[in-house]
């Protein structure tokens, strides 16, 4: 089955400073989701890209996937103290519905 | 704007009693799902609901687990004889049947079952 997986590294940056992760996943998907959680706290759904596409904006959240590498990066641009989260990619085949997530990568902005 | 919400926020119950988490998904969603995660560890999918069956199961639900739409609202996950290892934090999903936003899948806040 496709899994999310996100680079293992958490970030701690400056605001105003751009946020980069990156996530790789197995097999085909259908679509891959970026989710954000404040800690303890519920998934936040984000952005939403398919594989046929190759980009995606929302606000300041930029998304890229390579689906012959099996990858997608979310760029936070501007970052702000209330984006500390972690956040997760989800992907989901055409087979199912399911939701694959990744680990998680930790996003420290400091004020 | 329409929010998927789950009850209790928090349950503590003693090994080997049983629990109902409690969902109401987004009204006019048709798809539902539930997902734990245990502390520290990635979100895990259990099971998918659809047109009052279930369309997919997870191996870590098991014959302990059901699910159940009593009602035209709410949806509700069983856990029979509770583990420790059940000590999770439940999370309720619904999807839309059509539309621009059909393959997003919108999260309740959680549940967060601790088994003593």
């Known amino acids: 089955s496709q899994q999310g997986e996100e680079d293992p590294q958490a970030l701690s940056i400056q605001e105003g400073e751009n946020a980069t992760m990156n996530c790789s996943y197995k097999?085909?998907?259908?679509?891959l989701q970026w989710y954000r959680q404040n800690s303890g706290r519920g998934l936040v759904h984000l952005i939403l890209?398919?594989?046929?596409?190759r980009e995606k904006h929302s606000g300041r959240l930029r998304v890229t996937l390579d689906t012959s590498k099996k990858s997608s990066s979310l760029l936070i641009t501007a970052s702000r103290a209330a984006d500390t989260a972690s956040y997760f990619c989800?992907?989901?085949?055409?087979?199912?519905?399911?939701?694959?997530f990744g680990k998680g990568n930790q996003v420290v902005v400091i004020p | 704007e329409p929010e998927v919400t789950q009850t209790p926020s928090h349950q503590v119950t003693q090994m080997g009693q049983e629990v109902i988490l409690r969902c109401v998904p987004i009204?006019?969603?048709?798809?539902f799902y539930w997902y734990r995660q245990i502390l520290g560890q990635k979100v895990e999918f259990l099971v998918s609901?659809?047109?009052?069956?279930?369309?997919?199961k997870s191996e870590i639900f098991d014959d302990q687990f059901s699910v159940e739409r009593p009602d035209g609202s709410n949806f509700t996950l069983k856990i029979r004889s509770t583990k420790l290892e059940d000590s999770a934090m439940y999370f309720c999903?619904?999807?839309?049947?059509?539309?621009?936003?059909?393959?997003?899948?919108?999260f309740g806040p959680g549940t967060r079952l601790t088994v003593l």
């Open positions: 989800a992907t989901s085949d055409y087979g199912n519905n399911r939701l694959a």
């Open positions: 097999t085909s998907i259908n679509n």
């Open positions: 890209i398919r594989s046929n596409e």
């Open positions: 009204s006019n969603h048709l798809y």
């Open positions: 609901f659809y047109n009052n069956e279930i369309s997919e």
């Open positions: 999903a619904s999807r839309a049947r059509r539309g621009s936003s059909y393959n997003e899948q919108f």
